[in-house]
């Protein structure tokens, strides 16, 4: 995957943007003056939400200019996929670096110029445009650095705009989509004021989480790089693991002679990893339920304060997760680990909640210590062993 400037990039970023932007499907039908208004309620919602996440959990940032460095964006689905690339670029470096002085090795120049820049960042650019209408919110911890925004297309525009970078990694920063945000909200029949709060709420806490404990931040990068550095750039052997990936898929899937549909199989990026990588990313699913979890505890207990009709949300809510989709959105999702990312959320709740009912909001928090507090893959599913390691 070679870089029209020089083999800088296995894709072409800007392809990629302009591919998604082109495929993205349009959000709902809102008026100039319902758009500014859902943006400017959005805004608000996110500094109050700050307010009312510190107060639930007891975390505060380490710094006020810490959290200030975090911004909070407002973007519409090709700002979310912008802000993505810009995110992708940071983080797969080390990778791009590793594919480069493979280069030299007639067999992978081969395989990688086959595939070609622009067919890479086609396919990156359609990945981006099916996932930019699923995300309501993000977290984005590998932000490039400042400046995070371009200057608005005209003066009178309504989105943030992020940079495509790359500048380097940076602090973070906060995403609310906010068609997607309105096209759910309508879609549950809610109240989309306390809709919006609701979305918000999540996703203080993550930021809130990444201010509060100065060391998570590079924790994780510090595995998704060990992972990365771990990937075997052979052609031939990533060749032979998506042979088997292929088959142990169409097993997986419903209809095709697999298994029922309520059993978990593997997805495409678990099959292609070393044993290596497959231990880094259990620790990564561990910490990732974690976040997940904690950010849907809050949201769901700060709600009866200030969110009136959160119970309805929440019920409204689960059950539109747990309707499943249409067959190609099952293949997409499983293929993307969407659904491993619902059992984030679920497992990490679960052990939230059952640390706090043993121990407490406050020796619960005793997990934010070091990474040896945080909870193993197993702990995950087993609350009353970490609050025996650690709360004890």
């Excluded at 400037?5 to 039908?29: H, K, Y």
């Excluded at 990694?169 to 997607?180: D, E, S, W, Y």
């Excluded at 928090?365 to 702990?379: A, D, F, H, I, Q």
Aim: charged content about 25%; glycine content about 8%; hydrophobic content about 45%.
């Amino acid at each position: 995957m070679t870089s029209a400037s020089g083999g800088a990039d296995m894709v072409d970023w800007n392809l990629a943007v302009a591919t998604a932007t082109r495929l993205v499907r349009p959000g709902p039908e809102v008026s100039r003056a319902e758009a500014a208004a859902v943006v400017g309620e959005l805004r608000r919602h996110a500094l109050a939400a700050e307010e009312h996440v510190r107060e639930f959990t007891g975390m505060r940032s380490t710094s006020l200019t810490e959290a200030a460095a975090t911004p909070v964006l407002i973007v519409d689905r090709p700002g979310w996929v912008r802000a993505n690339v810009a995110g992708f670029r940071t983080i797969v470096q080390p990778l791009v670096d590793k594919l480069q002085a493979r280069r030299t090795n007639g067999s992978a120049a081969a395989v990688f110029g086959t595939v070609g820049e622009k067919a890479t960042g086609i396919e990156v650019g359609a990945l981006l445009a099916f996932l930019s209408t699923k995300v309501l919110g993000q977290y984005e911890t590998f932000a490039p650095a400042e400046p995070s925004l371009e200057a608005p297309d005209s003066p009178a525009a309504l989105f943030d705009k992020p940079r495509l970078g790359p500048e380097g990694p940076g602090p973070g920063r906060l995403l609310l989509v906010a068609p997607n945000i309105v096209h759910v909200e309508r879609e549950l029949d809610v109240d989309p004021a306390d809709f919006r709060l609701w979305v918000c709420l999540h996703e203080e806490t993550h930021r809130t989480q990444f201010t509060a404990v100065p060391w998570l931040r590079d924790h994780i990068q510090s595995e998704v790089q060990s992972f990365l550095a771990e990937t075997d750039v052979d052609p031939g052997a990533l060749l032979d693991r998506l042979r088997d990936a292929a088959g142990t898929l169409g097993a997986g899937l419903p209809g095709l002679g697999g298994r029922a549909e309520n059993t978990p199989s593997a997805g495409l990026l678990e099959i292609v990893q070393s044993p290596a990588q497959r231990e880094i990313l259990g620790r990564l699913t561990a910490v990732m339920s974690l976040l997940e979890g904690h950010a849907d505890v809050v949201m769901d207990g700060v709600g009866p304060a200030v969110v009136p009709s959160v119970a309805e949300i929440r019920e409204k809510f689960q059950q539109r997760r747990d309707r499943g989709a249409n067959r190609l959105d099952l293949v997409l999702r499983r293929l993307l680990g969407m659904d491993a990312k619902l059992r984030q959320y679920q497992d990490g709740a679960v052990f939230v909640r059952g640390v706090v009912e043993r121990v407490g909001m406050d020796g619960f928090n005793r997990v934010w210590t070091s990474p040896n507090t945080l909870p193993t893959k197993e702990e995950i599913h087993d609350p009353a062993a970490w609050v025996a390691r650690v709360a004890r």
